[in-house]
């Protein structure tokens, strides 16, 4: 079966899985499900304890071994199955399959991953896991769900903020939910229960955001310009390199230019996803990006991206004074595209 993250505690207090698989790419959420299993675990009497984490040197018929081996004092066994690249590999797909059709007795397995694509999660080895016990996907926190996630870590802790102090802390630990969750943390040491004030939440709240050159384009398309700014800004003090922003933005503006291409010519917008390479949890978004944008200035910016290359290279000036400059009026001649005054082409 597959459940959520939300639907764990539920699940658990039913009645345990005889495994369970923890998927995702959000540390402090894979970190924070794979607690509460181990902990229910532990409640239940699951007190043996076997850690394995795959890696190049690892045998696969050690846990295989282990699953096998009855404990000594008769203590029930927890299994916890670790596999950072997500890709057990064909010997290790084969002991996965092998393992959940003859589950121990007496033993619950965990087994955590990162995010899993279509095709792993389409192999006999992941069909195994979900069909014996329990599939976790974690999902990611994206920006316009993290002052909701705030405000109810807030609640946990019999604290709460007005909409604009959690605006204030999503800007300042966005992309890093660890760091977002200590900072929480913080304010709990700091304070007492209750409404939390601007000031005091600026005051405590450092500037731990990371961002990505994904978020980057996200909020180009999105007509954010205050945050195409501040992102921008953060990966100039990462010391992102300009060839790597400009790539990803360039790439962002053709398929914007393909997808408005093929809408003027009347094709289905599931054609021109597929020929544009375009992620599904970005369709909807560049597709709507794509029907508000003029042409002209979709192509202008092109043009622009081509002169920044030019710039890297060092056989072009720059008019705007640095490279950054640069790269700022590209994206903001995009997420400013929407707005009535820049409609003029």
């Known amino acids: 079966m597959r459940i959520n993250a939300e639907q764990l505690y539920r699940q658990l207090s039913q009645q345990l899985a005889p495994i369970y698989a923890i998927s995702g790419n959000e540390p402090l959420l894979v970190i ?27 045998r696969w018929m050690d846990l295989l071994n282990t699953s096998n081996c ?56 992941f069909k195994a896991i979900e069909n014996a016990g329990a599939v976790i996907p974690i999902q990611t926190i994206g920006h316009a769900q993290l002052p909701a996630w ?29 760091a977002a969750h200590q900072e929480i943390q913080k304010l709990a040491l700091l304070y007492p229960p209750g409404q939390l004030t601007f000031e005091q939440v600026k005051n405590a709240v450092l500037n731990v955001a990371r961002y990505d050159l994904f978020q980057l384009a996200e909020s180009m398309t999105a007509f954010d310009p205050v945050r195409y700014t501040r992102i921008l800004s953060g990966l100039q003090g990462e010391a992102t390199a300009p060839p790597l ?90 997420a400013l595209a929407d707005q009535p005054t820049m409609r003029r082409n």
């Open 150 to 178: 705030i405000r109810q870590r807030l609640g946990k802790q019999q604290q709460s903020a007005d909409a604009e102090t959690l605006d204030f802390i999503a800007d300042n630990v966005e992309g890093n939910l660890l």
């Open 32 to 58: 924070e499900a794979a607690d509460l299993i181990r902990q229910h675990a532990r409640q239940q009497g699951f007190s043996e304890y076997a850690l394995f984490t795959v890696d190049q040197h690892f």
């Open 70 to 125: 009855p404990s000594l004092f008769g203590d029930r066994k927890l299994i916890d199955l670790r596999i950072p690249s997500g890709k057990p590999g064909k010997e290790g797909g084969k002991a996965i399959e092998s393992f959940c059709k003859s589950l121990p007795q007496d033993t619950v397995t965990l087994i955590t991953l990162p995010k899993l694509d279509k095709q792993s999660q389409s192999t006999q080895w």
């Open 245 to 334: 922003i400009l790539a990803t933005l360039a790439e962002q503006i053709r398929q914007l230019i393909a997808l408005r291409a093929g809408l003027d010519r009347g094709l289905p917008p599931d054609q021109l996803f597929k020929s544009a390479r375009i992620w599904r949890s970005r369709q909807n978004s560049l597709l709507s990006a794509a029907k508000r944008i003029p042409v002209v200035r979709l192509q202008q910016s092109l043009i622009h991206a081509a002169k920044i290359d030019r710039i890297n290279k060092g056989v072009a000036a720059t008019n705007s004074g640095t490279v950054w400059d640069e790269l700022l009026q590209l994206g903001l001649n995009i």
